[in-house]
Every structure is written in C-alpha cells, then in structure tokens.
C-alpha cells in the first residue's frame, strides 16, 4: 500500500475536502496547493499524478493530531471535533412526495363529486 493509498483513504474515512487538508497541513508548518494536493489524489496511470511522499503524509498526520486533539496549552477532544464537523457537513435527505401526495395536490376541492347515470348502486 502506497502513501497515496493511505491519503486517500484517510481523506474518504474522515470525510475532508481538498481546502480542510490544506488547513491541517499548515497546523504542521506545510504548505501546499490544492493543484498539488489533487495531483496525489488522482490515479497512477493519470499524466498530472503525484506520488505522496513521506514528508507530505508526516506532516498531514502531524497536523491531524493538533486539529483533532489540538494543543498543549488549548486541548479538545477528538470526539468532539469529528461530531462537529458531521453535524456541519450533514445535508437532510429530501423527502420524495409519495403517490398519494402528488393525487392530492391534483385533487382540487372546488369540483363537486360526479354521479355516473349507469353506475349500480349497491
């Protein structure tokens, strides 16, 4: 399993966007691009591929550590930080009408009911 393999996976299991590593990355003292960010993410046989070396992943896991348990002097916990970021990014399910609502939204009141002249009565 490569470096990048490992990034990859990483970014998918904490669901981060290209702009969060970035930031986690600069708590390590590490500046990168998303250009060059996105190059270690694309597949090995793309032109633009980048492999993600060793300092690259260090300083990312450095960084998680201070953004998930942040510092000595202003500590959190880890658990905390993860829920916020889920209840952030967390968008509600649209709720897809049902048959019956879509014949109600048809069905205007004003019309009065119909009597059929040949219907049998029961």
């Not at 002097?73 to 009408?97: D, H």
Request: proline share 6%; net charge positive; hydrophobic share 30%.
């Amino acid at each position: 399993m490569t470096n990048n393999d490992i990034f990859k996976k990483l970014r998918v299991a904490l669901m981060l966007r290209d702009d969060e590593i970035v930031e986690i990355l600069k708590l390590a003292d590490f500046k990168i691009t998303k250009s060059e960010l996105g190059a270690l993410f694309r597949k090995e046989d793309h032109p633009n591929y980048m492999e993600c070396g060793d300092q690259i992943l260090r300083n990312f896991l450095n960084g998680l550590v201070i953004h998930l348990r942040g510092t000595k002097e202003n500590p959190k916990t880890p658990g905390e930080v993860l829920s916020l970021k889920n209840v952030e990014t967390k968008i509600p399910p649209k709720k897809k009408p049902g048959f019956e609502t879509k014949q109600r939204k048809k069905f205007s009141p004003d019309i009065s009911s119909v009597k059929y002249k040949n219907k049998k009565k029961s």
